[in-house]
Nanobody, 115 residues
Framework: QVQLVESGGGLVQPGSSLRLSCTASGDISHLSVGWFRQAPGQQRESVAAVTSVGTTHYSEFLKGRVTVSRDNAKNTLYLQINDVRPEDTAVYYC??????????WGQGTQVTVSS
C-alpha cells in the first residue's frame, strides 16, 4: 500500500501561516486524501480532505483558516494553515480513507504554536 510522509511542521508564532506537506510513495491521483490532527491527550480529528477530482472539504471548526490542495505530479498533498492559534498545536497527519479505516498512520508532523 502507498506510504505517506508528513513534513513542514515546527514552532510558529500565533498569527503566522504554515504549509504542511504530505508526500506519497506512489501515485495518489486516484485517491481522496485527508488531513487530521491530534493534540496530546485528545482524540484525532479530521481537518480537511481533497478528493481525486479536486473537491475539498473542511472541518467547520477550521474552515476559513485552512486550505488543502494537491499536486498529483509530485504525489503530494498540502495543508496551509493561516492565522495559526495556540489551539492548533498538534501532530498533523495525512491519510487515505482505506488506511484510516484500518488504523494505519504515519509519524505525522508536529506543529507547535507559541509566542
Amino acid at each position: 500500500q502507498v506510504q505517506l510522509v508528513e513534513s513542514g511542521g515546527g514552532l510558529v508564532q500565533p498569527g503566522s501561516s504554515l504549509r504542511l506537506s504530505c508526500t506519497a510513495s506512489g501515485d495518489i491521483s486516484h485517491l481522496s486524501v485527508g488531513w487530521f490532527r491530534q493534540a496530546p491527550g485528545q482524540q484525532r480529528e479530521s481537518v480537511a480532505a481533497v478528493t481525486s477530482v479536486g473537491t475539498t472539504h473542511y472541518s467547520e471548526f477550521l474552515k476559513g483558516r485552512v486550505t488543502v490542495s494537491r499536486d498529483n505530479a509530485k504525489n503530494t498533498l498540502y495543508l496551509q494553515i493561516n492565522d495559526v492559534r495556540p489551539e492548533d498545536t498538534a501532530v498533523y497527519y495525512c491519510n487515505t480513507p482505506a488506511r484510516t479505516f484500518f488504523g494505519s498512520w504515519g509519524q505525522g508532523t508536529q506543529v507547535t504554536v507559541s509566542s
